[in-house]
Protein backbone atom coordinates (compact mmCIF):
# COMPACT_ATOMS: atom_id res chain seq x y z
CA UNK A 1 0.00 0.00 0.00
CA UNK A 2 2.42 2.54 0.82
CA UNK A 3 4.58 1.67 -2.34
CA UNK A 4 0.77 2.47 -4.19
CA UNK A 5 0.67 5.88 -2.07
CA UNK A 6 4.36 6.65 -3.09
CA UNK A 7 3.62 5.75 -6.95
CA UNK A 8 0.53 7.86 -7.25
CA UNK A 9 2.50 10.75 -5.47
CA UNK A 10 5.32 11.30 -7.99
CA UNK A 11 2.70 11.26 -10.63
CA UNK A 12 0.86 14.04 -9.12
CA UNK A 13 4.26 15.81 -7.85
CA UNK A 14 5.67 15.07 -11.49
CA UNK A 15 1.98 16.25 -13.68
CA UNK A 16 2.09 19.48 -11.31
CA UNK A 17 5.47 20.52 -12.10
CA UNK A 18 5.68 20.16 -15.95
CA UNK A 19 2.79 22.83 -16.36
CA UNK A 20 4.68 25.79 -17.19
CA UNK A 21 2.77 29.12 -17.44
CA UNK A 22 2.47 32.51 -15.69
CA UNK A 23 -0.14 35.28 -14.86
CA UNK A 24 -0.66 37.54 -17.22
CA UNK A 25 0.05 41.22 -15.53
CA UNK A 26 -2.42 43.73 -14.44
CA UNK A 27 -3.94 45.45 -17.64
CA UNK A 28 -2.25 49.09 -16.82
CA UNK A 29 0.88 46.84 -16.87
CA UNK A 30 0.73 45.55 -19.98
CA UNK A 31 0.60 47.76 -23.36
CA UNK A 32 1.59 47.32 -27.17
CA UNK A 33 4.47 44.49 -28.35
CA UNK A 34 7.81 46.37 -28.60
CA UNK A 35 10.69 44.72 -30.39
CA UNK A 36 14.32 45.10 -29.40
CA UNK A 37 17.07 44.52 -31.86
CA UNK A 38 20.40 42.84 -30.57
CA UNK A 39 23.71 43.08 -32.23
CA UNK A 40 26.36 43.01 -29.84
CA UNK A 41 29.90 42.19 -31.45
CA UNK A 42 32.60 40.17 -29.83
CA UNK A 43 35.01 41.50 -26.88
CA UNK A 44 38.29 41.68 -27.42
CA UNK A 45 39.06 39.44 -24.64
CA UNK A 46 38.86 35.55 -25.62
CA UNK A 47 36.97 33.26 -24.68
CA UNK A 48 34.25 35.65 -24.54
CA UNK A 49 31.21 35.61 -21.37
CA UNK A 50 28.02 35.93 -22.46
CA UNK A 51 25.21 35.65 -19.78
CA UNK A 52 21.54 35.79 -20.67
CA UNK A 53 19.26 36.71 -17.59
CA UNK A 54 15.80 36.42 -18.53
CA UNK A 55 12.42 36.32 -16.33
CA UNK A 56 9.43 33.80 -17.58
CA UNK A 57 8.69 33.21 -21.24
CA UNK A 58 10.45 32.06 -24.61
CA UNK A 59 13.95 31.52 -25.24
CA UNK A 60 14.96 30.40 -28.94
CA UNK A 61 18.90 29.91 -29.42
CA UNK A 62 20.78 28.77 -32.31
CA UNK A 63 24.28 29.46 -34.39
CA UNK A 64 24.56 31.69 -37.45
CA UNK A 65 25.70 34.76 -36.14
CA UNK A 66 28.15 36.81 -37.65
CA UNK A 67 28.89 39.28 -34.15
CA UNK A 68 28.91 37.77 -30.57
CA UNK A 69 24.94 37.66 -30.48
CA UNK A 70 22.09 38.86 -32.79
CA UNK A 71 18.67 38.52 -32.64
CA UNK A 72 15.69 40.22 -31.04
CA UNK A 73 13.66 39.94 -27.99
CA UNK A 74 9.99 40.79 -27.92
CA UNK A 75 8.18 42.17 -24.80
CA UNK A 76 4.52 43.59 -23.83
CA UNK A 77 5.72 45.31 -20.54
CA UNK A 78 7.64 47.97 -20.15
CA UNK A 79 9.38 46.86 -17.09
CA UNK A 80 10.87 43.93 -19.21
CA UNK A 81 12.71 45.82 -21.65
CA UNK A 82 16.42 44.14 -21.83
CA UNK A 83 19.56 46.05 -20.93
CA UNK A 84 23.02 44.85 -22.42
CA UNK A 85 26.18 45.61 -19.91
CA UNK A 86 30.21 45.08 -21.26
CA UNK A 87 32.81 44.66 -18.86
CA UNK A 88 35.60 43.63 -20.64
CA UNK A 89 35.31 39.71 -21.72
CA UNK A 90 31.58 40.00 -20.41
CA UNK A 91 28.18 41.04 -22.09
CA UNK A 92 25.32 40.69 -20.04
CA UNK A 93 21.90 40.65 -21.42
CA UNK A 94 19.53 41.26 -18.87
CA UNK A 95 15.49 41.58 -18.13
CA UNK A 96 13.60 43.32 -15.65
CA UNK A 97 12.16 41.82 -12.50
CA UNK A 98 9.65 39.61 -12.35
CA UNK A 99 9.05 38.40 -9.05
CA UNK A 100 5.76 40.15 -8.36
CA UNK A 101 4.22 37.72 -11.65
CA UNK A 102 2.59 34.03 -10.17
CA UNK A 103 2.34 31.00 -12.20
CA UNK A 104 -1.43 30.71 -13.94
CA UNK A 105 -2.73 31.32 -16.91
CA UNK A 106 -0.70 32.97 -19.18
CA UNK A 107 -3.32 35.30 -21.24
CA UNK A 108 -1.66 37.82 -23.43
CA UNK A 109 1.59 38.32 -22.14
CA UNK A 110 4.51 38.53 -24.46
CA UNK A 111 8.41 37.56 -23.94
CA UNK A 112 9.90 36.11 -26.91
CA UNK A 113 13.61 36.07 -27.24
CA UNK A 114 14.91 35.07 -30.40
CA UNK A 115 18.69 35.00 -30.86
CA UNK A 116 21.94 33.79 -32.80
CA UNK A 117 25.32 33.53 -31.82
CA UNK A 118 28.52 33.19 -33.42
CA UNK A 119 31.57 31.22 -33.55
CA UNK A 120 34.25 32.74 -31.57
CA UNK A 121 35.12 30.90 -28.10
CA UNK A 122 32.32 31.50 -25.56
CA UNK A 123 31.50 30.67 -21.97
CA UNK A 124 27.32 31.29 -21.94
CA UNK A 125 25.06 30.89 -19.16
CA UNK A 126 21.76 31.06 -18.99
CA UNK A 127 19.39 32.88 -15.94
CA UNK A 128 15.88 32.16 -16.30
CA UNK A 129 12.65 31.46 -14.21
CA UNK A 130 9.74 29.79 -15.76
CA UNK A 131 9.88 29.67 -19.59
CA UNK A 132 10.15 27.34 -22.52
CA UNK A 133 13.41 27.41 -24.87
CA UNK A 134 14.39 25.52 -28.01
CA UNK A 135 18.07 25.86 -27.92
CA UNK A 136 20.31 24.90 -30.22
CA UNK A 137 23.54 24.89 -29.78
CA UNK A 138 25.45 23.35 -33.13
CA UNK A 139 28.16 24.95 -34.66
CA UNK A 140 29.44 27.31 -31.29
CA UNK A 141 32.56 27.03 -29.72
CA UNK A 142 31.66 26.41 -26.25
CA UNK A 143 34.36 26.45 -23.61
CA UNK A 144 31.77 26.53 -20.51
CA UNK A 145 28.12 26.22 -20.58
CA UNK A 146 25.77 27.04 -17.49
CA UNK A 147 22.00 27.05 -17.17
CA UNK A 148 19.71 27.49 -14.39
CA UNK A 149 16.18 27.89 -14.52
CA UNK A 150 12.56 27.35 -12.27
CA UNK A 151 9.84 25.32 -13.97
CA UNK A 152 10.57 24.89 -17.26
CA UNK A 153 9.91 22.79 -20.40
CA UNK A 154 13.27 22.87 -22.19
CA UNK A 155 15.47 21.43 -25.26
CA UNK A 156 18.78 21.49 -25.65
CA UNK A 157 20.40 19.79 -28.84
CA UNK A 158 24.40 19.10 -30.34
CA UNK A 159 24.04 17.74 -33.92
CA UNK A 160 27.57 17.91 -34.36
CA UNK A 161 31.17 17.96 -32.30
CA UNK A 162 31.93 21.03 -30.61
CA UNK A 163 35.02 22.35 -32.12
CA UNK A 164 36.46 23.04 -28.42
CA UNK A 165 37.04 21.86 -25.23
CA UNK A 166 34.13 22.52 -22.32
CA UNK A 167 35.56 22.77 -19.02
CA UNK A 168 31.99 22.03 -17.39
CA UNK A 169 28.44 21.95 -18.47
CA UNK A 170 26.44 22.86 -15.52
CA UNK A 171 22.15 22.37 -15.64
CA UNK A 172 20.58 22.95 -12.61
CA UNK A 173 16.58 23.10 -12.65
CA UNK A 174 13.34 22.88 -10.64
CA UNK A 175 10.32 21.70 -11.42
CA UNK A 176 10.78 21.23 -15.27
CA UNK A 177 10.47 19.06 -18.38
CA UNK A 178 13.83 19.10 -19.92
CA UNK A 179 15.55 16.89 -23.03
CA UNK A 180 19.45 17.33 -23.55
CA UNK A 181 20.21 15.49 -26.92
CA UNK A 182 23.65 15.03 -28.30
CA UNK A 183 25.73 15.57 -25.50
CA UNK A 184 28.24 13.15 -27.01
CA UNK A 185 29.04 16.29 -28.54
CA UNK A 186 29.03 18.95 -26.18
CA UNK A 187 32.67 18.08 -25.99
CA UNK A 188 32.54 18.69 -22.22
CA UNK A 189 35.09 16.89 -19.24
CA UNK A 190 32.78 17.14 -16.73
CA UNK A 191 28.57 17.46 -16.32
CA UNK A 192 26.57 18.18 -13.40
CA UNK A 193 22.72 17.63 -13.92
CA UNK A 194 20.67 18.86 -10.97
CA UNK A 195 16.76 18.89 -10.87
CA UNK A 196 13.73 18.30 -8.97
CA UNK A 197 10.17 17.16 -9.80
CA UNK A 198 9.88 16.60 -13.13
CA UNK A 199 10.75 14.36 -16.84
CA UNK A 200 14.39 14.31 -17.47
CA UNK A 201 16.11 13.02 -20.67
CA UNK A 202 19.77 12.83 -21.28
CA UNK A 203 21.19 11.33 -24.31
CA UNK A 204 24.75 10.95 -25.12
CA UNK A 205 24.62 10.54 -28.77
CA UNK A 206 27.69 11.59 -30.48
CA UNK A 207 31.19 10.16 -30.55
CA UNK A 208 32.86 11.38 -27.53
CA UNK A 209 36.47 12.95 -28.48
CA UNK A 210 37.89 12.79 -24.58
CA UNK A 211 36.69 10.83 -21.68
CA UNK A 212 33.76 12.53 -19.96
CA UNK A 213 32.62 12.21 -16.88
CA UNK A 214 28.81 13.17 -15.41
CA UNK A 215 27.14 13.67 -11.75
CA UNK A 216 23.09 13.53 -12.58
CA UNK A 217 21.09 14.40 -9.18
CA UNK A 218 17.89 14.37 -8.45
CA UNK A 219 14.97 14.64 -5.33
CA UNK A 220 12.27 13.54 -7.65
CA UNK A 221 11.53 12.58 -10.88
CA UNK A 222 11.56 10.71 -14.09
CA UNK A 223 14.99 10.27 -15.53
CA UNK A 224 15.91 9.00 -18.76
CA UNK A 225 19.69 8.60 -19.86
CA UNK A 226 20.48 7.22 -23.58
CA UNK A 227 24.09 5.81 -24.39
CA UNK A 228 24.72 4.46 -28.14
CA UNK A 229 25.85 0.60 -27.73
CA UNK A 230 29.29 2.18 -29.51
CA UNK A 231 30.05 4.57 -26.54
CA UNK A 232 32.07 2.93 -23.64
CA UNK A 233 30.16 3.89 -20.75
CA UNK A 234 30.01 2.61 -16.97
CA UNK A 235 27.07 4.13 -14.86
CA UNK A 236 26.76 3.98 -10.88
CA UNK A 237 23.75 4.45 -10.03
CA UNK A 238 23.51 5.51 -6.03
CA UNK A 239 20.96 7.21 -3.54
CA UNK A 240 19.01 4.28 -2.79
CA UNK A 241 16.88 4.29 -6.10
CA UNK A 242 15.06 0.95 -6.71
CA UNK A 243 13.58 1.67 -9.86
CA UNK A 244 15.73 0.95 -12.48
CA UNK A 245 14.71 0.05 -15.65
CA UNK A 246 17.90 -1.09 -18.01
CA UNK A 247 16.95 -1.60 -22.45
CA UNK A 248 19.24 -2.89 -24.63
CA UNK A 249 22.85 -4.13 -24.71
CA UNK A 250 23.49 -3.49 -20.96
CA UNK A 251 25.84 -5.26 -18.65
CA UNK A 252 25.77 -5.45 -15.16
CA UNK A 253 28.80 -5.66 -13.47
CA UNK A 254 30.15 -5.33 -9.62
CA UNK A 255 26.79 -3.01 -9.62
CA UNK A 256 27.56 -1.13 -12.64
CA UNK A 257 26.02 -0.83 -15.39
CA UNK A 258 28.02 -1.01 -18.50
CA UNK A 259 28.54 -0.78 -22.49
CA UNK A 260 31.18 -2.56 -23.93
CA UNK A 261 31.94 -0.06 -26.78
CA UNK A 262 35.02 1.57 -27.40
CA UNK A 263 37.19 4.53 -27.28
CA UNK A 264 37.20 7.47 -24.36
CA UNK A 265 35.00 6.64 -21.87
CA UNK A 266 31.64 7.93 -20.17
CA UNK A 267 31.46 7.81 -16.48
CA UNK A 268 27.72 8.98 -15.09
CA UNK A 269 27.17 8.74 -11.45
CA UNK A 270 23.11 9.02 -10.60
CA UNK A 271 22.09 9.61 -7.04
CA UNK A 272 18.41 9.85 -6.88
CA UNK A 273 16.21 9.56 -4.02
CA UNK A 274 13.06 9.01 -5.52
CA UNK A 275 11.97 8.38 -8.61
CA UNK A 276 12.77 6.12 -11.43
CA UNK A 277 15.45 5.76 -13.71
CA UNK A 278 15.18 4.08 -17.50
CA UNK A 279 18.70 3.44 -19.42
CA UNK A 280 18.45 3.02 -22.95
CA UNK A 281 21.57 1.93 -24.96
CA UNK A 282 20.15 0.54 -28.41
Known amino acids: MKRI ?16 TINMPKEEETGPAEIVEINEAAPA ?11 AGELNIQGGAQNLVEGTVEYNVVAWKPEIDRDGSEIRISQGDMKNFTFGKAGNLIN ?24 DLTGLSLTGLRITDGASSNSVVFTAPN ?4 DRFTYETGASSI ?14 FQGGAGNYT ?34 IVDGGLKNVSPQGTWNVRNGEYRTDG ?20 E
Do not use: H
Open 5 to 20: LLVISIFVMVSLACSV
Open 45 to 55: ESPAELIINMG
Open 112 to 135: RWDLRLGTMPLDLTIEAGAYESDL
Open 163 to 166: PVRM
Open 179 to 192: KLEGLGYANFDEMN
Open 202 to 235: LDFSGALQDDARVYIDGGLGNFTIIVPPTTAARI
Open 262 to 281: EGPLLRIEVNIGVGNLTLIS
